[in-house]
């Protein structure tokens, strides 16, 4: 059975540009999660939908991020405009239903902002 | 206090042991419990949950809850060299604002 989707693998791009990360829950799993993980902070929740519903966005770090999940087989994580502190790994998983079920990570977007 | 905590290790133990890995939380209500796996440069990888008070056994891996000391475990017996990992504790907090927090995971490291 297919995974978590996540493309691109690897984006190096410059301060200013707009960047999307793009992913594709497993199929029935009704909730989509995306993090970031570095170094120093670890991972971090930014954002969680269920149902293709937004549930806690209190970790997208500013206005400058934002991600929709247009149906149950999509999601994108859109930085406008990029930062060089923006740069990390960025993962989406997802779980059959909400925050009690295991949640099941993809291969990660590996983000650098020049 | 942080919510989930673990020691950053490295975690050293020869080939053949049993390693045990610890996490403390500080929600005393938390229900559910997560422990993954991260290789370096890859993602977390599922290897156990658990949800209520004792143990649970998977293969070479044994998940330990304590709800009233607020901690959860995972021993790996007979410890391998691919085990090497670093093993990250996730907790599911209750009340009204839920989420799951993620620890800074445990370095192992299986000497041959």
């Known amino acids: 059975d297919a995974g978590v989707i996540q493309s691109p693998r690897h984006e190096v791009t410059e301060m200013g540009q707009e960047v999307t990360l793009r992913c594709k829950p497993i199929?029935?799993?009704?909730?989509l999660f995306w993090y970031r993980q570095t170094m120093m902070r670890g991972l971090e929740l930014l954002i969680y939908f269920n149902n293709n519903v937004p549930i806690d966005d209190s970790g997208m770090p500013e206005d400058r991020f934002s991600a929709k999940m247009p149906n149950a087989s999509f999601s994108t994580l859109k930085i406008q405009p990029s930062e060089p502190r923006d740069s990390a790994v960025y993962f989406c998983?997802?779980?059959?239903?909400?925050?009690?079920?295991?949640?099941?990570f993809g291969d990660g977007t590996r983000l650098s902002i020049l | 206090q942080k919510e989930v905590e673990q020691n950053s290790g490295p975690l050293s133990v020869p080939e053949g042991a049993i390693a045990s890995l610890n996490c403390t939380y500080s929600d005393r209500g938390s229900q559910s419990f997560f422990w993954y796996r991260q290789y370096s440069g890859k993602s977390p990888e599922l290897i156990m949950f658990i949800y209520s008070n004792g143990d649970k056994e998977d293969g070479r891996f044994t998940a330990q809850l304590n709800k009233a000391s607020q901690y959860v475990s995972l021993l790996i017996r007979d410890s391998q060299p691919s085990d090497s990992a670093t093993y990250l504790c996730?907790?599911?907090?209750?009340?009204?604002?839920?989420?799951?927090?993620f620890g800074t995971g445990t370095k192992l490291q299986v000497i041959p």
């Open positions: 998983a997802s779980s059959l239903q909400g925050l009690n079920q295991p949640q099941h």
């Open positions: 199929s029935g799993h009704n909730s």
């Open positions: 996730a907790v599911k907090t209750s009340g009204g604002y839920q989420k799951v927090t």
